[in-house]
């Protein structure tokens, strides 16, 4: 008999969690003007909203917590840091900044002009904040295959060639800083971008001078699924892969949340020195001098630790086959999801499981109070609220998509949580016909409405 998978770690600390009744949940979601970021973290049973800093750190890296140098220059930890980073990433330069967003601040703050245009795959939601609030354009150019939920293609985050060349000829360089390869695509599901298409997109860009830059929140990742999907790779180990992936870049932004295993922390790497002198005056200006970059000692050293960790491929195989199994687990429930399962989430088809709810009525978000409503998960709207409106028109923007996304936060939940959070989805799927009521916006922010709106039931 072939062997399970079963977790590469075991349980050390544990954090009680409460159950709930559906009438306490009622009253909750209710006083959160049905925004589930609004919601105390004592009101979700099981918390899939992201998997962004909710991580379960390792005894090593808070071993490394205990050993961070808190010098306000110079410090060891950072020092630790650089070298994970200039040897498994192979860049040569890089700052520490609080988070993935300050990493973007400080890369478009240093590279963008109003009008200037951002090809790349489907831009994360901060990514596309940061452009447009300097008013420059981020442009999709994911493969279309990206967005028929049932088809399966094993690198739904590839950029499509043709779309990226039209905006490369069609524009003059100057308007073009920067090419985005976000790895892997969160936007089109945690889906993965091939070697192949890097390194394509790598030299189409180079052909015409455009730098590339990697926003490599999930990089690790991304080198698993070329390992498991690219035949070529089959038999090369995870560093090697992050080693090549990286060496097509001129730079990357990195969110530490993501697969660096830790609660808080980003880093930006780049190889010109030119633009590292510029990119530090702005490091200096937001988030702290080039060698803390908004950060503790002992947050940059448990990074350090955590990208090693998270480049380890038993980690990342079973990281990756629990995502799988919820998927799976839905799947024979009838319930729609993204084929397949990304590498951090599920992401359920709310259009094809609520089709009577008029999309204007924000479907995906409907179903999302209605998961939280029937066990306490919370999941997180990928739709048109997320998708805000059109910065010039001001009239909603309806990505191509309408999608409720479940992230698994990395060594947190055990097969149990999945098999509940599941069985909570089914249980929706079989009376989905009765829930006809979407909502309407009541209060909204200029941008990146999501995390502050407040909505009425229609
Ligand atoms: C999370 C994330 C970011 C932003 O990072 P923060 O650490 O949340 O600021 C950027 N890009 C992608 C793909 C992400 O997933």
């Keep these: 008999m072939e062997l399970p998978f079963a977790e590469p770690y075991k349980i050390k600390v544990v954090e009680p969690l409460r159950r709930s009744t559906r009438e306490e949940r009622e009253a909750w979601i209710s006083e959160s003007s049905y925004n589930l970021f609004k919601l105390r973290s004592e009101q979700v049973f099981i918390d899939l909203l992201t998997d962004s800093g909710t ?3 390792s005894h090593n890296q808070w071993s490394e917590m205990m050993l961070g140098d808190e010098s306000y220059a110079g ?3 950072f020092f630790k840091l650089k070298e994970v980073i200039n040897k498994m990433l192979g860049m040569p330069l890089f700052v520490p900044t609080h988070q993935g967003r300050a990493a973007e601040n400080l890369l478009f703050s240093a590279m963008l002009r109003k009008g200037d245009l951002v090809p790349g795959n489907a831009h994360f939601d901060t990514t596309k904040g940061h452009i447009e609030f300097r008013n420059a354009i981020a442009v999709d150019c994911t493969i279309d295959e990206a967005s028929d939920t049932g088809l399966y293609h094993p690198f739904k985050g590839n950029i499509d060639l043709e779309k990226l060349e039209k905006v490369l000829r069609e524009n003059p360089r100057e308007k073009i800083p920067l090419c985005l390869i976000t790895i892997t695509c969160n936007t089109s599901g945690g889906q993965p971008v091939s070697m192949k298409n890097i390194k394509e997109v790598s030299s189409l860009c180079k052909k015409y001078g455009i730098p590339v830059f990697f926003d490599a929140a999930r990089f690790a990742e991304n080198a698993y699924f070329i390992k498991t999907r690219e035949e070529e790779y089959a038999a090369r180990d995870i560093d090697e892969i992050v080693l090549e992936m990286f060496s097509y870049a001129d730079g990357a932004t990195m969110s530490s949340k993501k697969d660096a295993i830790v609660n808080i922390g980003g880093f930006l ?11 530090s005056m702005y490091c200096i200006l937001y988030e702290g001098y080039l060698t803390y970059g908004g950060l503790a000692g002992r947050d940059l050293a ?3 630790q ?4 998270g480049c380890s491929f038993d980690y990342l195989e079973s990281r990756v086959k629990q995502v799988e199994y919820l998927g799976r687990l839905l799947k024979n429930y009838g319930v729609p999801i993204q084929e397949p399962t990304g590498g951090h989430a599920v992401f359920v088809d709310a259009n094809k499981m609520l089709p009577h709810i008029p999309r204007e009525e924000f479907q995906a978000q409907s179903l999302a109070v209605e998961l939280y409503l029937e066990g306490g998960v919370r999941g997180v709207e990928i739709g048109a609220l997320l998708a805000d409106r059109d910065p010039k028109t001001r009239e909603n923007r309806y990505p191509r998509l309408e999608l409720l996304r479940l992230a698994i936060p990395r060594r947190v ?3 149990n949580h999945i098999e509940y959070v599941a069985a ?3 249980n929706i799927y079989e009376r989905r016909d009765s829930i ?3 909502f309407k916006i009541v209060r909204e922010a200029p941008i990146m409405r999501h995390f502050t709106v407040e909505l009425e039931r229609c």
């Design 55 to 57: 991580s379960a750190m």
């Design 75 to 77: 410090s060891a930890s």
């Design 269 to 279: 790497a780049c190889r010109d020195e030119k633009l590292f002198e510029r990119i």
């Design 302 to 304: 448990a990074i350090a």
């Design 306 to 309: 955590g990208l090693k960790e």
């Design 413 to 415: 939940y055990t097969v």
């Design 424 to 426: 909570c989805l089914g």
């Design 436 to 438: 006809r009521r979407g």
